[in-house]
């Protein structure tokens, strides 16, 4: 029997990895990852403040797009009425509705004179 033999061996610990290291808890005890823990706790507070602010972005773009098709629907809306309003206010066309309404109003004869 060898002096080595007596001499109680210690137990290695299992380096599984990165993954199990992560996934177990056993980085957070690292002493660089404690020390920094507000710093890494500030940079996940503006990396999801970052995030919102990008979503909100994307909404109010999208919004902005749909307002912007209203728009052009409505222009054509007022430009259709416009058109009707003119032609329904032209001389032929008044003419026209006065005949088939058989109203006492008609065309005159003389021109018009300005009284004093």
């Known amino acids: ?9 210690k137990k290695k610990k299992k380096s599984g990895g990165i993954f199990y290291k992560i996934y177990g808890g056993d980085f957070l005890r690292n002493e660089k990852i404690t020390r920094n823990a507000g710093l890494f706790a500030l940079i996940m ?7 919102s602010n990008r979503y909100a972005f994307h909404q109010e773009l999208h919004k902005i797009s749909d307002l912007k098709e209203d728009v052009k629907i409505l222009q054509y809306d007022v ?9 329904k206010g032209r001389q032929s066309h008044i003419e026209k509705y006065v005949k088939e309404s058989e109203s006492e109003l008609g065309i005159a004869t003389q021109p018009p004179y300005l009284i004093e």
């Not at 507070?45 to 995030?51: G, N």
Request: no cysteine; glycine share 0%; proline share 4%.
């Open 45 to 51: 507070l503006y990396a999801i403040i970052y995030v």
């Open 79 to 87: 430009l259709t009425r416009q058109s009707e309003l003119s032609e």
């Open 1 to 9: 029997m060898s002096i080595e033999d007596n001499i109680p061996k």
